[in-house]
């Protein structure tokens, strides 16, 4: 026979120690005001302003006015401008620009002859959403300057479509998987490390000996550089094997760029495990780092489809900028070198995050 008055003892004990984990509170607050916002306001699959380059080689009024036309459509921004097809084919391979908009010497000659195409759209096809939008430009009436030579020709564009001509989704998501897999169990590994050894009373068994901080948290991460190359490399043979997702660029590449972003991750694991009081706090902290790295860095929906202030959180994420190494090395051949500036900011990530789980870590000691 159930007490009531019993049960409600129960229930009030537990109502009470809810109430002092301030962890759990934020859990229960935080978890559904961050879906809402993220999902209703920084996700958006109507993608607007790519970043485009053009290769004018009409150089004419028609050409400026056909290139205006199609940036007024706000689905592309035209950032660069180049003289040659390698330079264009350069700036899409290393991720610069998504769309490359081609137009011929004899574009205007074209426009007067119904079976020829003016111009030619050239679209990065890794993401096949982004493929889809720019599709949309090829029957669109183009109308606001070139419409006296184009005399209402529709199909005014040949679109071509570079390293996924099939539009594939697993082409997108199989490198992608690889930061997304890293990221959950990297950080949570290493969040509860520290905080592992102070529940088990081994911590201050650790600092008893000649160990420095900085050893200490070196030996805690480096045999899970292995591991992370180990889950990286199961991804990649499956994602062959499975999907026929080649990698296109340097597997050398793809595991330095790889050992960087682990060693990101585990640096910032080791930051939550400096702040966190038990073991269920750090897994805590690391979903709240887990949930925007998958919505915002370009993994589920296109980076270009978010709004500016969403972008700039997602430039904090180390998973954002892997994901733009990890995908041009991999599909696209990109080479580390023109995918620099992405490596040069997850070295600064993992400096500076190492530095305040060293500082911290010394600051709980004292």
Known sequence: ??????????????????????GTIAMIIGIPVLELLMFGYAINNDV?????????????????????????????????????????????????????????????????????????????????????????????????????????????????????????????????????????????????????????????????????????????????ILIGLIQASLVLGLGYWVFNVPVSGSLLDVYLATSLFIAASLMLGLVISTVAESQFQAMQMTIFVFMPSILLSGFMFPFAGMPVAAQWVAEVLPLTHFLRIIRGIVLRGASLGEMLTEMLILLGFTVIMLTIAALRFNKRLD
């Open 1 to 22: 026979m159930i007490s009531w008055r019993r049960l409600w003892a129960v229930c009030n004990k537990e109502f009470k120690q809810l109430a002092r984990d301030r």
């Open 48 to 224: 607007r302003h790519l970043p485009a380059v053009v290769l004018d080689q009409s150089q004419s009024a028609f050409s400026r006015h056909l290139t205006e036309d199609v940036a007024a459509t706000q689905i592309v921004d035209f950032v660069a401008s180049v003289a040659t097809i390698e330079e264009l084919d350069s700036l899409i391979r290393s991720g610069q620009v998504s769309v490359g908009l081609f137009i011929p010497a004899d574009a205007q000659r074209r426009s007067q002859q119904p079976d020829r195409r003016v111009a030619q759209l050239i679209v990065d096809g890794t993401d096949p959403v982004i493929a889809g939008v720019v599709a949309q430009l090829q029957a669109m009436p183009l109308g606001l300057r070139s419409h006296d030579w184009l005399r209402e020709k529709n199909n005014s564009f040949e679109l071509r479509i570079y390293y996924n001509p099939e539009k594939r989704s697993a082409v997108n998501i199989v490198p992608g998987l690889i930061g997304l897999i890293l990221t959950m169990t990297m950080v949570l590994f290493t969040a509860i490390a520290i905080v592992r050894e102070k529940e088990h009373g081994t911590l201050e068994l650790l600092i008893a000996t000649p160990v420095s901080v900085l050893e200490l948290l070196m030996g805690k991460v480096l045999p899970y």
